[in-house]
């Protein structure tokens, strides 16, 4: 059964950068055709996606988010990483990491993806001074 | 970018009762890129339809999809004390993918 645990810093400074890691249990993600996802929730707030990968390291980000935001995967770790840069209040949340359900690709210059069907438990992340 | 409005905000409702809950979208959604996800107070959200339609594996069938275009409904047949929790949706035809601010279905 596949599992997935965040894990990182709960508190980070204003201007620094928060990283944080997924590690991938019940499959190994070098063998794996799914496509991997980040996803934030601020306290008491809505979902917000930041973006996509394959495992073979293709990343899709949201277009907000895409000047501060980098994935990989660590296929010898069996892990998923998020950088952010640059944080700020407003980056307060729990991150959550989850698997896409199906493929994701660029279909004539659109991104195409599909839900979310694992996800692990989240970490929250505060941002603060 | 893709606005999801969901409504009502807030769903009073008794066991046994017929929930019904609206997403609208700003712009039409194919319905392929169409989920609803369930979350309860300190967990994850949970997958319960994707594709408008189609259920999660393990959800019960009285939870159903439907919809097209830009108005889209998630249908609770009869509430059990599990199903009262929070609901969200959430399209995924072109960045950004988006989810809508959530209904609450809380217990009358």
């Known amino acids: 059964q596949l599992h997935l645990q965040e894990s990182g810093p709960g508190l980070v400074k204003p201007s620094e950068t928060l990283s944080l890691t997924c590690t991938v249990s019940g499959d190994s993600i070098s063998s794996s055709t799914y496509y991997w996802g980040w996803i934030r929730q601020p306290p008491g707030k809505g979902l917000e996606w930041i973006g996509s990968m394959s495992s073979s390291g293709t990343t899709y980000y949201n277009p907000s988010l895409r000047s501060r935001v980098a994935m990989s995967v660590d296929t010898s770790k069996n892990q998923l990483s998020l950088t952010l840069t640059s944080v700020t209040a407003a980056d307060t949340a729990v991150y959550y990491c989850?698997?896409?359900?199906?493929?994701?690709?660029?279909?004539?210059?659109?991104?195409?993806?599909?839900?979310?069907?694992?996800w692990g438990r989240g970490t929250l992340v505060t941002v603060s001074s | 970018e893709i606005v999801l409005t969901q409504s009502p905000g807030t769903l009073s409702l008794s066991p046994g009762e017929r929930a019904t809950l609206s997403c609208r979208a700003s712009?039409?959604?194919?319905?392929?890129?169409l989920a609803w996800y369930q979350q309860k107070p300190g967990q994850a959200p949970r997958l319960l339809i994707h594709?408008?339609?189609n259920r999660a594996t393990g959800v019960p069938d009285r939870f159903s999809g439907s919809g097209s275009g830009t108005d889209f409904t998630l249908t609770i047949s009869r509430l059990e004390t599990e199903d009262f929790a929070l609901y969200y949706c959430q399209h995924y035809g072109w960045s950004p993918w988006t989810f809508g601010q959530g209904t609450k279905v809380e217990i009358k």
């Open positions: 989850a698997r896409h359900l199906g493929v994701v690709l660029l279909w004539f210059g659109e991104l195409k993806g599909d839900a979310f069907d694992i």
């Open positions: 594709g408008t339609s």
């Open positions: 712009q039409t959604v194919r319905s392929i890129y």
